[in-house]
């Protein structure tokens, strides 16, 4: 599906058909993010035949009623052409047995509403390719939350932490209301770059698990996982990694 870096303040938010998917928020990042570095390998991609292509642009506006949109080129760097062929062949991309898994503690987890499990991984399969869940359950985790999102750290919505938008070299960025601004009535903030020692005293239940380190990579243009952190939010997991953010990180 589509997914791209330019401006990650602007989301474009697609709710799945059914009510399972709203409630977990399994959105689609159309303006956010387009995390092939994370999810797939760039030097190894491989697009598909025209043939192939050709039946899967027929296979979505049949079967699947262009009930969803595809960016083509994203897509075949996300998924091969054998996952396409067994898409076509079998009405379902092709997950491992880990990744249902996380799929299904995520659903299972929803604190609104209980679904069955095992229809909403049949529902999701038919959408998502692999490479695509993953980044959808990665976002959706309380690791990828702080990192699009931050933290608000006073009364105002203007003070926060969280990661710059320089998608080039973001760095965690501390924001706070300064004053009016006498012309406009503008409210004026001060931003100061958060060194990456200090962010443990910064944020709290925030912890390296490496040393300090910038886990604002992971969000860069070239996303980095070399930054592995800890956080507690006060969700009942305490400072546990999850599992998706476990398997980026290689821990």
Do not use: H
Request: hydrophobic letters at 35%; one cysteine or more.
């Amino acid at each position: 599906m589509s997914y791209n870096y330019k401006n990650y303040e602007k989301i474009n938010i697609i709710l799945l058909a059914i009510l399972f998917t709203s409630l977990l928020g399994l959105i689609l990042y159309f303006d956010l993010f387009s995390l092939k570095e994370g999810f797939t390998s760039e030097s190894s991609f491989v697009p598909w035949s025209n043939d192939v292509v050709k039946r899967f642009n027929i296979y979505q506006a049949t079967v699947g009623e262009n009930n969803y949109q595809y960016n083509m080129l994203i897509l075949q760097q996300q998924a091969s052409e054998a996952e396409a062929k067994e898409l076509l062949e079998s009405g379902y991309w092709s997950w491992s047995d880990k990744v249902k898994k996380q799929y299904m503690d995520a659903i299972s987890q929803s604190p609104l509403i209980k679904i069955d499990t095992e229809a909403a991984l049949d529902y999701a399969m038919k959408i998502y390719n692999e490479n695509a869940i993953k980044e959808v359950l990665a976002f959706n985790a309380k690791e990828g939350k702080f990192l699009l999102y931050g933290i608000k750290t006073g009364p105002n919505d203007f003070d926060t932490i969280k990661c710059s938008s320089d998608l080039s070299n973001s760095v965690l960025q501390k924001n706070v209301f300064d004053s009016y601004n006498l012309w406009n009535g503008y409210k004026n903030t001060k931003t100061t770059t958060i060194k990456n020692e200090d962010i443990p005293s910064e944020v709290s239940g925030f912890s390296f698990v490496n040393g300090p380190c910038n886990p604002c990579v992971a969000i860069n243009e070239y996303p980095d996982y070399s930054c592995p952190f800890k956080i507690n939010i006060n969700d009942g997991t305490s400072n546990k990694t999850t599992s998706i953010w476990s398997d980026l990180w290689q821990l």
